[in-house]
């Protein structure tokens, strides 16, 4: 029976509900709770949370588990056009224990990437799973055409876009060394936290190479529908690409 069925805890706006007891200004506690993801107004039952709050943030805790754990619907990579690759990373198990295997390709995967990808480019754009796949999935079919036409518009030459497969950020710099891009990007599923399991980061330098630091890479984060939109962050990230081929730099080096 229809009414038999639970709904899923997950799918409840916390942000048009405030859980104490008779607030004394109830207006303000949904102006707080709108304004932040943070578990506010919650209430408490004695000394405990609500049993409600608490199956919540459970039910939060196992979304971001599955973010990390699940796989990146491969439709929406090959509807887009990407070549796959994959690290040395052969298994969910070993991405999570072995972060160093995710930042390197074998020889094999380099040499494709040369032979299989346009070489000597203005842009390079890569998605990788990262540790949210749900973030590739729902945000790279409205971002990743945003920037496209975006830095065509701006008259830069676009590379063979690539997918990485248990990708950590750092490779974005073997993959730019391989095809000689100025600007490479990653779109990078980023670590789930309870607020939401879709968060995508974009990192992104002039450049870049193994030999330079973590400092010279610039980030957008929060990209997800509930942070920074997807359409909007590929507006700015084509921004972004403008100021570093004109300035030639990146990450700390680049005043913004």
């Not at 039952?45 to 039910?59: H, M, N, Q």
């Not at 196992?62 to 887009?80: F, G, R, T």
């Not at 063979?160 to 990078?188: C, H």
């Amino acid at each position: 029976m229809e009414q038999d069925i639970l709904r899923d805890i997950s799918t409840i706006d916390l942000n048009n509900k405030v859980s104490v007891d008779n607030p004394v200004d109830y207006k303000g506690c949904m102006v707080l709770k709108k304004s932040t993801s943070a578990r506010i107004c919650t209430g408490r039952a004695g000394t405990r949370c609500k049993t409600i709050d608490y199956l919540r943030f459970r039910a939060d805790h196992a979304v971001a588990q599955d973010a990390v754990w699940s796989y990146v619907d491969e439709k929406v990579v090959d509807d887009l056009g990407f070549v796959k690759v994959q690290t040395l990373v052969k298994d969910k198990e070993e991405y999570i224990t072995r972060p160093d295997l995710g930042r390197c390709f074998s020889d094999k995967v380099i040499n494709d990437i040369k032979q299989n990808c346009v070489n000597d480019i203005d842009v390079q754009i890569i998605a990788g799973d990262g540790l949210s796949s749900p973030a590739i999935t729902s945000n790279l079919k409205e971002i990743y055409p945003m920037i496209v036409e975006g830095a065509k518009a701006k008259g830069y030459n676009i590379g063979t876009p690539i997918f990485v497969k248990y990708a950590r950020v750092a490779t974005m710099d073997k993959i730019s060394e391989a095809i000689n891009a100025k600007v490479t990007l990653i779109l990078i599923g980023e670590r789930p936290g309870l607020a939401t399991g879709e968060s995508m980061s974009c990192y992104i330098a002039y450049e870049a190479s193994s030999k330079k630091p973590e400092s010279q890479r610039t980030v957008i984060s929060n990209i997800h529908k509930n942070g920074m939109p997807p359409v909007e962050a590929g507006a700015q990230i084509v921004h972004l690409i403008e100021i570093l081929m004109k300035e030639k730099k990146s990450g700390i080096d680049l005043k913004l």
